[in-house]
Every structure is written in C-alpha cells, then in structure tokens.
C-alpha cells in the first residue's frame, strides 16, 4: 500500500521540507552580496561573481533617479536598499531598472558623465 511508504518514512518527509528551505534561504542570502554594478564605455553591467547577467546600454538610458514610479526589474545586492537604491528610466519604454550600488552618488555622477560623453559629439 501508499500509505505503508508515509508511515515508515514520516520523519524523513517532514524535515526534508524545511531543510530545502533552509537550503533555498541560505543560497540567496549568500550570492546577493556578490552582485555587481559596474559603468562601461557603452553600458551599465550587472555582474554576479564576474559573470555579467544584464546589460543596460547608456544610449537607452533616459534619466537616473533616487525616485522610483511603476513597476520595476529589481537588482539588489543588500537587504537594506533604501538608502542605496538608484532608477535607471529607459528612453525605450521599458520598465525603470533598480539598482543598489555601493556609493549611489559617486555611481550616479559616473553614469551621468559617460551619458553626456556620449551625447556629446567629440571636437
């Protein structure tokens, strides 16, 4: 029968739940802190222990803001964002991206600076 299986591995199915829980906590607690943003030439790069997941060219990039409006795509790398939290408005209107980096103002100030590099036809 079924119900034999439950009967003699009960102690076994009920801690193997919370233990993969615990398991799942403990992997995103541990690579969150090794989440990257880094200022390119031509890009924001979002990088996880070197391996960049995401990239935000800055020609897409219309404003950035310590302001946030809809619904965004998140990246943080710390629990405790509020103070560090930078929006990336695009000009394609895709959705805003969060980001937290370290130092937000010398990170924003970075950014601006390649924006208008950019911009700006060179002489």
């Not at 439950?6 to 090794?34: D, K, Q």
Request: aromatic fraction near 10%; avoid cysteine; proline fraction near 7%.
């Amino acid at each position: 029968m079924q119900l034999d299986f439950l009967s003699e591995n009960w102690s076994t199915i009920v801690w193997s739940v919370p233990g993969a829980w615990m398991v799942i906590v403990l992997t995103v607690f541990w690579t969150m802190p090794r989440i990257d943003f880094h200022v390119r030439s031509n890009a924001v790069v979002i990088e996880w222990m070197g391996f960049a997941l995401r990239r935000i060219p800055l020609s897409d990039i219309n404003r950035v803001s310590k302001r946030l409006k809809g619904k965004p795509e998140v990246w943080r790398n710390t629990l405790k964002a509020n103070h560090r939290m930078l929006v990336l408005y695009r000009k394609s209107g895709m959705r805003p991206v969060v980001i937290t980096p370290h130092n937000r103002y010398v990170f924003r100030n970075q950014l601006e600076t390649n924006i208008k590099s950019m911009a700006s036809p060179p002489n």
